[in-house]
Protein backbone atom coordinates (compact mmCIF):
# COMPACT_ATOMS: atom_id res chain seq x y z
CA UNK A 1 0.00 0.00 0.00
CA UNK A 2 1.30 2.95 -0.95
CA UNK A 3 2.75 5.79 1.98
CA UNK A 4 -0.45 8.63 1.28
CA UNK A 5 -3.23 6.05 0.79
CA UNK A 6 -2.20 4.50 4.22
CA UNK A 7 -2.33 7.90 5.80
CA UNK A 8 -5.39 8.55 4.69
CA UNK A 9 -6.97 5.31 6.00
CA UNK A 10 -5.88 5.90 8.91
CA UNK A 11 -7.14 9.52 9.28
CA UNK A 12 -10.49 8.45 8.08
CA UNK A 13 -10.68 5.65 10.77
CA UNK A 14 -9.05 7.97 13.37
CA UNK A 15 -5.73 5.75 13.94
CA UNK A 16 -3.95 9.18 14.00
CA UNK A 17 -4.97 11.27 16.64
CA UNK A 18 -6.96 14.82 16.27
CA UNK A 19 -10.11 13.16 15.47
CA UNK A 20 -11.96 15.62 17.26
CA UNK A 21 -13.23 17.76 14.39
CA UNK A 22 -12.43 15.10 11.59
CA UNK A 23 -15.68 12.86 11.64
CA UNK A 24 -18.30 16.34 11.32
CA UNK A 25 -16.14 18.29 8.90
CA UNK A 26 -16.14 15.10 6.48
CA UNK A 27 -20.01 14.47 7.19
CA UNK A 28 -20.63 18.16 6.03
CA UNK A 29 -18.49 18.39 3.49
CA UNK A 30 -20.25 15.10 2.06
CA UNK A 31 -23.25 16.51 2.59
CA UNK A 32 -22.86 20.11 1.12
CA UNK A 33 -21.26 17.95 -1.98
CA UNK A 34 -24.46 15.61 -1.94
CA UNK A 35 -27.07 18.48 -1.88
CA UNK A 36 -25.22 20.86 -4.67
CA UNK A 37 -24.78 17.66 -7.27
CA UNK A 38 -29.48 16.69 -6.20
CA UNK A 39 -29.81 20.39 -7.14
CA UNK A 40 -27.84 20.18 -9.96
CA UNK A 41 -29.01 17.50 -11.59
CA UNK A 42 -33.10 18.21 -10.52
CA UNK A 43 -32.37 22.10 -12.53
CA UNK A 44 -30.61 20.52 -15.19
CA UNK A 45 -33.37 17.87 -16.22
CA UNK A 46 -36.30 19.99 -15.23
CA UNK A 47 -34.59 22.89 -17.35
CA UNK A 48 -34.09 20.99 -20.40
CA UNK A 49 -37.66 18.99 -19.76
CA UNK A 50 -39.15 22.40 -19.49
CA UNK A 51 -37.61 23.07 -23.05
CA UNK A 52 -38.27 20.05 -24.77
CA UNK A 53 -42.12 19.70 -23.70
CA UNK A 54 -42.81 23.64 -25.00
CA UNK A 55 -40.76 22.76 -28.29
CA UNK A 56 -42.75 19.96 -28.94
CA UNK A 57 -46.05 22.11 -28.04
CA UNK A 58 -45.22 24.62 -30.85
CA UNK A 59 -43.68 22.11 -33.03
CA UNK A 60 -47.08 20.31 -33.02
CA UNK A 61 -48.94 22.99 -33.96
CA UNK A 62 -46.25 24.36 -36.69
CA UNK A 63 -43.73 21.15 -37.41
CA UNK A 64 -39.99 21.83 -38.00
CA UNK A 65 -39.82 23.59 -41.47
CA UNK A 66 -42.65 24.65 -43.79
CA UNK A 67 -42.60 25.28 -47.62
CA UNK A 68 -44.52 28.15 -48.80
CA UNK A 69 -45.12 30.63 -51.64
CA UNK A 70 -42.14 33.10 -52.10
CA UNK A 71 -44.87 36.22 -51.71
CA UNK A 72 -43.49 36.85 -47.72
CA UNK A 73 -47.42 36.60 -47.07
CA UNK A 74 -47.31 36.65 -42.91
CA UNK A 75 -51.23 36.71 -42.93
CA UNK A 76 -53.41 33.35 -42.77
CA UNK A 77 -54.73 34.17 -45.63
CA UNK A 78 -52.43 32.86 -47.72
CA UNK A 79 -51.64 32.66 -51.70
CA UNK A 80 -51.66 28.64 -52.68
CA UNK A 81 -49.01 26.65 -53.97
CA UNK A 82 -49.14 24.01 -56.49
CA UNK A 83 -48.81 20.06 -54.90
CA UNK A 84 -45.56 18.94 -57.26
CA UNK A 85 -44.83 14.81 -56.63
CA UNK A 86 -40.86 15.66 -57.70
CA UNK A 87 -40.52 18.67 -55.26
CA UNK A 88 -41.78 15.87 -52.85
CA UNK A 89 -39.61 13.43 -53.77
CA UNK A 90 -37.00 15.48 -53.04
CA UNK A 91 -37.53 16.83 -50.09
CA UNK A 92 -37.84 13.51 -48.70
CA UNK A 93 -34.38 12.23 -49.93
CA UNK A 94 -32.66 14.78 -47.14
CA UNK A 95 -31.83 12.30 -44.22
CA UNK A 96 -33.30 14.08 -41.50
CA UNK A 97 -36.64 14.72 -42.85
CA UNK A 98 -38.73 12.06 -41.62
CA UNK A 99 -42.27 13.19 -42.37
CA UNK A 100 -43.93 15.34 -45.67
CA UNK A 101 -47.37 17.04 -45.17
CA UNK A 102 -49.84 19.19 -46.45
CA UNK A 103 -51.51 21.92 -45.22
CA UNK A 104 -53.50 24.68 -45.73
CA UNK A 105 -55.34 28.11 -43.38
CA UNK A 106 -58.46 30.07 -43.38
CA UNK A 107 -59.28 32.63 -40.59
CA UNK A 108 -63.14 32.43 -40.03
CA UNK A 109 -65.16 33.23 -36.87
CA UNK A 110 -66.98 31.02 -34.83
CA UNK A 111 -70.70 32.42 -33.56
CA UNK A 112 -72.74 30.52 -30.77
CA UNK A 113 -75.66 31.87 -29.47
CA UNK A 114 -73.87 33.78 -26.75
CA UNK A 115 -70.40 34.29 -28.01
CA UNK A 116 -68.14 34.68 -30.82
CA UNK A 117 -64.51 34.04 -31.61
CA UNK A 118 -61.89 34.35 -34.18
CA UNK A 119 -60.04 31.55 -34.99
CA UNK A 120 -58.12 30.27 -38.07
CA UNK A 121 -59.00 26.37 -39.58
CA UNK A 122 -55.89 24.93 -40.59
CA UNK A 123 -56.56 22.23 -42.77
CA UNK A 124 -54.68 18.63 -42.70
CA UNK A 125 -54.94 15.62 -44.67
CA UNK A 126 -55.11 12.18 -44.22
CA UNK A 127 -51.00 12.14 -43.54
CA UNK A 128 -51.06 14.24 -41.46
CA UNK A 129 -49.08 12.69 -38.19
CA UNK A 130 -50.99 12.94 -34.72
CA UNK A 131 -48.96 11.72 -32.28
CA UNK A 132 -48.78 15.50 -30.68
CA UNK A 133 -52.43 16.37 -31.00
CA UNK A 134 -53.20 12.00 -29.71
CA UNK A 135 -50.89 13.27 -26.27
CA UNK A 136 -53.23 16.27 -25.16
CA UNK A 137 -56.44 15.29 -26.80
CA UNK A 138 -58.96 15.45 -23.46
CA UNK A 139 -62.18 14.69 -25.11
CA UNK A 140 -63.05 12.74 -28.20
CA UNK A 141 -60.61 11.78 -31.05
CA UNK A 142 -58.36 12.94 -33.56
CA UNK A 143 -60.15 13.25 -37.14
CA UNK A 144 -60.52 10.24 -39.52
CA UNK A 145 -59.54 11.74 -42.73
CA UNK A 146 -59.73 10.10 -46.13
CA UNK A 147 -59.13 11.37 -49.94
CA UNK A 148 -62.27 10.17 -50.90
CA UNK A 149 -64.46 12.55 -49.47
CA UNK A 150 -64.18 15.50 -46.86
CA UNK A 151 -64.72 15.06 -43.32
CA UNK A 152 -66.96 18.36 -41.47
CA UNK A 153 -65.53 16.77 -38.08
CA UNK A 154 -63.20 19.60 -36.50
CA UNK A 155 -60.63 19.61 -33.31
CA UNK A 156 -60.79 22.37 -31.16
CA UNK A 157 -58.94 23.69 -27.53
CA UNK A 158 -60.04 23.64 -24.41
CA UNK A 159 -60.65 27.22 -23.98
CA UNK A 160 -62.70 27.66 -27.04
CA UNK A 161 -64.95 25.34 -26.13
CA UNK A 162 -64.84 26.58 -22.40
CA UNK A 163 -65.58 30.62 -23.74
CA UNK A 164 -67.76 29.11 -26.30
CA UNK A 165 -69.88 26.33 -24.08
CA UNK A 166 -69.01 23.46 -26.68
CA UNK A 167 -68.54 19.71 -26.32
CA UNK A 168 -67.89 16.60 -28.15
CA UNK A 169 -70.52 15.87 -30.85
CA UNK A 170 -71.57 19.84 -30.96
CA UNK A 171 -72.55 21.69 -34.21
CA UNK A 172 -69.98 24.61 -34.62
CA UNK A 173 -71.77 27.04 -37.49
CA UNK A 174 -68.40 28.95 -38.63
CA UNK A 175 -68.60 32.67 -40.66
CA UNK A 176 -65.81 33.62 -43.32
CA UNK A 177 -65.53 36.62 -44.59
CA UNK A 178 -64.62 37.48 -48.76
CA UNK A 179 -66.90 39.31 -51.33
CA UNK A 180 -69.59 37.71 -49.42
CA UNK A 181 -70.11 35.70 -45.83
CA UNK A 182 -69.71 32.31 -46.19
CA UNK A 183 -71.41 29.99 -43.63
CA UNK A 184 -69.94 26.16 -42.76
CA UNK A 185 -71.38 23.62 -40.03
CA UNK A 186 -68.62 21.31 -38.53
CA UNK A 187 -69.14 18.78 -35.77
CA UNK A 188 -66.37 18.89 -32.74
CA UNK A 189 -64.91 15.68 -32.84
CA UNK A 190 -62.28 15.99 -29.85
CA UNK A 191 -61.42 18.93 -27.57
CA UNK A 192 -57.59 18.67 -27.09
CA UNK A 193 -55.68 21.21 -24.42
CA UNK A 194 -51.66 22.19 -25.19
CA UNK A 195 -51.73 24.86 -22.31
CA UNK A 196 -50.27 27.47 -24.98
CA UNK A 197 -53.24 30.01 -25.10
CA UNK A 198 -51.36 31.65 -28.10
CA UNK A 199 -52.40 28.15 -30.31
CA UNK A 200 -55.20 27.27 -28.06
CA UNK A 201 -56.75 30.09 -28.87
CA UNK A 202 -56.03 30.37 -32.54
CA UNK A 203 -56.29 27.18 -34.02
CA UNK A 204 -59.13 25.06 -35.29
CA UNK A 205 -57.89 21.65 -36.95
CA UNK A 206 -60.27 20.62 -40.00
CA UNK A 207 -59.87 18.27 -43.24
CA UNK A 208 -57.76 20.11 -45.68
CA UNK A 209 -60.61 19.51 -48.56
CA UNK A 210 -62.56 21.95 -46.27
CA UNK A 211 -59.66 24.89 -46.35
CA UNK A 212 -59.50 24.27 -50.24
CA UNK A 213 -63.00 24.88 -50.63
CA UNK A 214 -63.12 27.69 -48.57
CA UNK A 215 -60.50 29.22 -50.34
CA UNK A 216 -61.67 28.20 -54.18
CA UNK A 217 -58.77 26.78 -54.49
CA UNK A 218 -58.39 23.58 -56.63
CA UNK A 219 -57.59 20.05 -55.26
CA UNK A 220 -54.08 20.30 -55.87
CA UNK A 221 -53.43 23.75 -54.27
CA UNK A 222 -52.11 24.51 -50.59
CA UNK A 223 -50.62 26.89 -48.64
CA UNK A 224 -47.50 24.38 -47.86
CA UNK A 225 -45.75 21.56 -46.71
CA UNK A 226 -45.06 21.08 -43.59
CA UNK A 227 -41.81 18.80 -42.69
CA UNK A 228 -40.64 17.08 -39.41
CA UNK A 229 -37.04 16.09 -39.01
CA UNK A 230 -35.67 13.62 -37.39
CA UNK A 231 -33.79 16.22 -34.46
CA UNK A 232 -34.49 19.60 -33.25
CA UNK A 233 -31.06 20.93 -32.93
CA UNK A 234 -29.62 19.58 -36.46
CA UNK A 235 -32.92 21.84 -37.93
CA UNK A 236 -30.91 25.05 -38.80
CA UNK A 237 -28.24 22.71 -41.14
CA UNK A 238 -31.85 21.25 -42.46
CA UNK A 239 -33.55 24.56 -43.14
CA UNK A 240 -30.68 24.94 -45.44
CA UNK A 241 -30.60 21.52 -47.18
CA UNK A 242 -34.41 22.64 -47.90
CA UNK A 243 -33.72 25.71 -49.07
CA UNK A 244 -31.31 25.42 -51.86
CA UNK A 245 -33.84 22.67 -52.79
CA UNK A 246 -36.55 24.82 -52.54
CA UNK A 247 -34.44 27.87 -54.19
CA UNK A 248 -33.92 25.55 -57.41
CA UNK A 249 -37.48 24.53 -58.14
CA UNK A 250 -40.36 26.57 -59.48
CA UNK A 251 -43.85 24.92 -58.88
CA UNK A 252 -46.02 24.25 -62.09
CA UNK A 253 -48.04 27.16 -62.15
CA UNK A 254 -44.62 29.42 -61.76
CA UNK A 255 -44.60 30.18 -57.89
CA UNK A 256 -41.52 30.34 -56.57
CA UNK A 257 -41.27 28.60 -52.95
CA UNK A 258 -39.39 30.07 -50.14
CA UNK A 259 -38.34 27.79 -46.75
CA UNK A 260 -39.00 28.76 -42.64
CA UNK A 261 -37.92 27.17 -39.52
CA UNK A 262 -40.19 26.86 -36.69
CA UNK A 263 -37.31 29.22 -35.29
CA UNK A 264 -38.14 31.55 -37.53
CA UNK A 265 -42.25 31.33 -37.22
CA UNK A 266 -41.45 31.93 -33.78
CA UNK A 267 -38.53 33.89 -32.72
CA UNK A 268 -39.59 35.01 -29.61
CA UNK A 269 -40.96 31.86 -28.13
CA UNK A 270 -37.50 29.96 -28.83
CA UNK A 271 -35.22 33.65 -27.72
CA UNK A 272 -37.35 33.10 -24.87
CA UNK A 273 -36.41 29.56 -24.46
CA UNK A 274 -32.89 29.86 -25.25
CA UNK A 275 -32.90 32.31 -22.11
CA UNK A 276 -33.38 29.29 -20.24
CA UNK A 277 -30.01 27.74 -21.13
CA UNK A 278 -28.04 30.74 -19.48
CA UNK A 279 -30.21 30.38 -16.09
CA UNK A 280 -29.14 26.66 -15.86
CA UNK A 281 -25.03 27.35 -16.14
CA UNK A 282 -25.77 30.32 -13.65
CA UNK A 283 -27.28 27.86 -11.24
CA UNK A 284 -25.07 25.15 -11.96
CA UNK A 285 -21.54 27.95 -11.57
CA UNK A 286 -23.45 28.96 -8.59
CA UNK A 287 -23.20 25.83 -6.51
CA UNK A 288 -20.52 24.32 -7.89
CA UNK A 289 -18.86 27.42 -6.01
CA UNK A 290 -20.86 26.48 -2.65
CA UNK A 291 -19.68 23.26 -2.78
CA UNK A 292 -16.16 23.95 -3.99
CA UNK A 293 -15.81 26.72 -0.83
CA UNK A 294 -17.68 23.71 1.48
CA UNK A 295 -14.81 21.22 0.74
CA UNK A 296 -12.09 24.14 0.92
CA UNK A 297 -13.25 24.97 4.25
CA UNK A 298 -13.32 20.85 5.43
CA UNK A 299 -10.03 20.32 4.14
CA UNK A 300 -8.55 23.61 6.29
CA UNK A 301 -9.92 22.20 9.11
CA UNK A 302 -8.42 18.94 8.58
CA UNK A 303 -4.98 20.74 7.75
CA UNK A 304 -5.37 22.58 10.88
CA UNK A 305 -6.08 19.83 12.97
CA UNK A 306 -3.41 17.79 11.57
CA UNK A 307 -0.86 20.41 12.10
CA UNK A 308 0.90 18.63 14.23
CA UNK A 309 0.89 15.24 12.38
CA UNK A 310 2.00 17.21 8.76
CA UNK A 311 5.03 18.49 11.15
CA UNK A 312 6.10 15.38 11.89
CA UNK A 313 5.77 13.70 8.62
CA UNK A 314 7.72 16.38 7.01
CA UNK A 315 10.90 16.02 9.93
CA UNK A 316 10.33 12.40 8.96
CA UNK A 317 11.51 13.41 5.51
CA UNK A 318 8.24 13.10 3.49
CA UNK A 319 8.12 14.99 0.41
CA UNK A 320 6.06 18.13 -0.04
CA UNK A 321 4.25 16.31 -2.81
CA UNK A 322 3.33 13.33 -0.70
CA UNK A 323 1.60 15.21 1.96
CA UNK A 324 -0.25 17.35 -1.19
CA UNK A 325 -0.88 13.82 -2.30
CA UNK A 326 -2.89 12.83 1.08
CA UNK A 327 -4.87 16.02 1.19
CA UNK A 328 -5.82 15.44 -2.21
CA UNK A 329 -6.68 11.85 -1.65
CA UNK A 330 -8.64 12.63 0.68
CA UNK A 331 -10.99 15.08 -0.40
CA UNK A 332 -10.97 12.75 -3.44
CA UNK A 333 -12.63 10.19 -1.66
CA UNK A 334 -14.98 12.85 0.40
CA UNK A 335 -16.07 14.41 -3.30
CA UNK A 336 -16.65 10.74 -4.82
CA UNK A 337 -18.87 9.89 -1.88
CA UNK A 338 -20.56 13.19 -2.01
CA UNK A 339 -21.02 12.62 -5.68
CA UNK A 340 -22.27 9.01 -5.64
CA UNK A 341 -25.10 10.26 -3.01
CA UNK A 342 -25.73 13.15 -4.95
CA UNK A 343 -26.22 11.08 -8.43
CA UNK A 344 -28.35 8.32 -6.89
CA UNK A 345 -30.76 10.83 -5.10
CA UNK A 346 -30.59 13.20 -7.90
CA UNK A 347 -31.49 10.55 -9.80
CA UNK A 348 -34.13 8.75 -7.96
CA UNK A 349 -36.05 12.07 -7.82
CA UNK A 350 -35.82 12.57 -11.42
CA UNK A 351 -37.10 8.89 -12.22
CA UNK A 352 -39.74 9.03 -9.79
CA UNK A 353 -41.02 12.21 -10.89
CA UNK A 354 -40.83 11.41 -14.58
CA UNK A 355 -43.00 8.40 -13.78
CA UNK A 356 -45.16 9.77 -11.04
CA UNK A 357 -45.86 13.25 -12.07
CA UNK A 358 -46.30 14.15 -8.07
CA UNK A 359 -45.30 17.61 -8.56
CA UNK A 360 -47.67 19.92 -10.09
CA UNK A 361 -47.64 23.04 -11.78
CA UNK A 362 -50.41 25.93 -13.00
CA UNK A 363 -50.44 25.75 -16.45
CA UNK A 364 -51.79 29.25 -16.70
CA UNK A 365 -48.61 30.53 -15.54
CA UNK A 366 -45.83 27.25 -17.08
CA UNK A 367 -47.81 25.96 -19.82
CA UNK A 368 -47.19 22.56 -18.37
CA UNK A 369 -49.62 20.75 -15.82
CA UNK A 370 -46.69 18.94 -14.34
CA UNK A 371 -42.91 19.53 -13.46
CA UNK A 372 -41.05 18.07 -16.63
CA UNK A 373 -38.47 15.92 -17.09
CA UNK A 374 -35.70 15.05 -19.59
CA UNK A 375 -32.18 14.55 -18.41
CA UNK A 376 -30.00 12.31 -21.23
CA UNK A 377 -26.64 10.52 -20.64
CA UNK A 378 -24.01 12.92 -22.53
CA UNK A 379 -25.60 15.73 -20.12
CA UNK A 380 -25.63 13.24 -16.61
CA UNK A 381 -22.14 12.86 -18.13
CA UNK A 382 -20.66 16.36 -18.63
CA UNK A 383 -22.36 17.52 -15.36
CA UNK A 384 -20.69 14.70 -12.95
CA UNK A 385 -17.35 15.10 -15.44
CA UNK A 386 -17.45 19.17 -14.68
CA UNK A 387 -17.98 18.49 -10.64
CA UNK A 388 -15.04 16.68 -10.45
CA UNK A 389 -12.56 18.61 -12.29
CA UNK A 390 -14.01 22.07 -10.93
CA UNK A 391 -13.82 20.29 -6.85
CA UNK A 392 -9.79 18.67 -7.63
CA UNK A 393 -8.85 22.35 -8.62
CA UNK A 394 -9.88 24.54 -6.13
CA UNK A 395 -8.74 21.76 -3.68
CA UNK A 396 -4.89 22.50 -4.94
CA UNK A 397 -4.95 25.57 -3.08
CA UNK A 398 -5.65 23.89 0.72
CA UNK A 399 -3.41 21.35 -0.26
CA UNK A 400 -0.08 23.36 -1.48
CA UNK A 401 -1.12 24.94 2.05
CA UNK A 402 -0.29 22.03 3.97
CA UNK A 403 2.86 21.70 2.10
CA UNK A 404 4.39 24.85 2.87
CA UNK A 405 3.83 24.02 6.86
CA UNK A 406 7.33 24.36 8.39
CA UNK A 407 8.03 21.39 10.15
CA UNK A 408 9.31 22.95 13.65
CA UNK A 409 6.48 25.51 13.81
CA UNK A 410 4.06 22.36 13.04
CA UNK A 411 5.40 20.37 15.69
CA UNK A 412 5.30 23.33 18.71
CA UNK A 413 1.34 24.11 16.52
CA UNK A 414 -0.90 23.34 19.86
Known amino acids: MKLELFIVNKIKSGGISGKRLA ?24 GLGFKKEIREKIIGFGSHIQVVSYDFNLSFETNPIEQDSLLEEKLKEVPEI ?12 IKTRDEMQGVVLRGVGPEFEWSFFRS ?10 SEDRASNDILISDDIAGMLNLNVGDKVPMYFFED ?16 LPEFDETFIIVDLRQVQRLNNWEYNQISGYELLTGSFEGITETGMQVSRIVAGHISPDGTMLRTKTIKQSQPQIFGWLD ?15 VAGFNMITGLL ?3 LERTNMIG ?12 RKVFLTLASNIALKGLFWGNLLGLGFCWAQFWFRFLKLNPDNYFLDTVPIHLSLIHFLLLNAGAVIAIFFMMLGPSYLAARISPVKAIRFE
Open 275 to 289: MLDMNIVVIIFLIVL
Open 301 to 303: ILI
Open 312 to 323: ILKALGITDWSL
Open 23 to 46: GPVVKVAVAGITLGMVVMIISMAT
Open 98 to 109: KHLQRFATKPGL
Open 180 to 195: QIRARNFTVKGIFNSH
Open 136 to 145: IIEQGDTLTL
